[in-house]
């Protein structure tokens, strides 16, 4: 069994920066591709960022390029989310999940483990 721990959300002003953690239980963390969600109130959970088993392909949604980077520490069994310049829209749930695939993917449902959440709140 994985367990995905999401740390690192709070409320942050309009131009501020925030670091997300997501701890991985398990032996096998390097071998697999992670990502990160978002969900808004009301809304569909979406792609933001997904990186490959070893930290050298990443891939971003075109709201969050340039301002947001996703990085991960395989000794440590985590998987980070740098985001900086963040900007009222971008108030939501934040989701890490793992992909069963060393391949990164932007598709929600090729995930097949998420973590709880953590909430971030960007005031104007």
């Known amino acids: 069994q994985v367990q995905l721990v999401e740390s690192g959300g709070g409320l942050v002003q309009a131009g501020g920066s925030l670091r997300l953690s997501c701890a991985a239980s398990?032996?096998?963390?390097?071998?697999?591709?992670m990502g990160w969600f978002r969900q808004a109130p009301g809304k569909e959970r979406d792609f933001v960022a997904t990186?490959?088993?070893?930290?050298?392909?990443?891939s971003y949604a075109d709201s969050v390029k340039g301002r947001f980077t996703i990085s991960r520490d395989n000794a440590r069994n985590t998987v980070y989310l740098q985001m900086n310049s963040l900007k009222p829209e971008d108030t939501a749930v934040y989701y890490c999940?793992?992909?069963?695939?060393?391949?990164?993917?932007?598709?929600?449902?090729?995930?097949?483990?998420w973590g709880q959440g953590t909430q971030v709140t960007v005031s104007s």
């Open positions: 999940a793992r992909n069963p695939d060393w391949r990164p993917s932007e598709v929600l449902y090729e995930y097949d483990y």
């Open positions: 398990g032996r096998t963390f390097s071998s697999y591709a």
């Open positions: 990186i490959n088993w070893s930290g050298t392909i990443t």
